[in-house]
């Protein structure tokens, strides 16, 4: 098993950036793909990055290319997203999920194949 806690969200004016984190504590973290999703008030969630166990691939929803980053250390057992050029569609909830992978491909964009979630951190821009 592993448990996620995010951390890094908060207020921050258009055109702002925030980090957030999402560290894992438990199993071995390296074994896990990642994903980041969020959920807006009233609508469903939505994948926005994924991450494969070694780093090397990410996949990005196109609502965030080219603004938004996935990495991971994993060394401090962490993935980070990195949020540039937020904008007021960005506000939402964020949550990091994990699911245990034998492959080293890009983690997947369905929530459902995913074992294990944070509680979620706020993000919120004001425009």
């Known amino acids: 098993q592993v448990q996620l806690v995010e951390s890094g969200g908060g207020l921050v004016q258009a055109g702002g950036s925030l980090r957030l984190s999402c560290a894992a504590s438990?199993?071995?973290?390296?074994?896990?793909?990642v994903g980041w999703f969020r959920q807006a008030p009233g609508k469903d969630r939505e994948i926005v990055a994924a991450i494969s166990r070694n780093g090397d691939s990410t996949r990005y929803t196109d609502r965030v290319k080219g603004r938004f980053t996935i990495s991971r250390d994993i060394g401090e057992a962490t993935v980070y997203l990195q949020m540039n050029s937020l904008n007021s569609e960005d506000t939402a909830v964020y949550y990091c999920?994990?699911?245990?992978?034998?492959?080293?491909?890009?983690?997947?964009?369905?929530?459902?194949?995913?074992?294990?979630w944070g509680q979620g951190t706020q993000v919120t821009v004001s425009s």
């Open positions: 999920a994990a699911r245990p992978m034998i492959s080293s491909s890009v983690a997947s964009f369905e929530g459902s194949r995913y074992d294990y």
């Open positions: 438990g199993s071995s973290f390296s074994a896990y793909g």
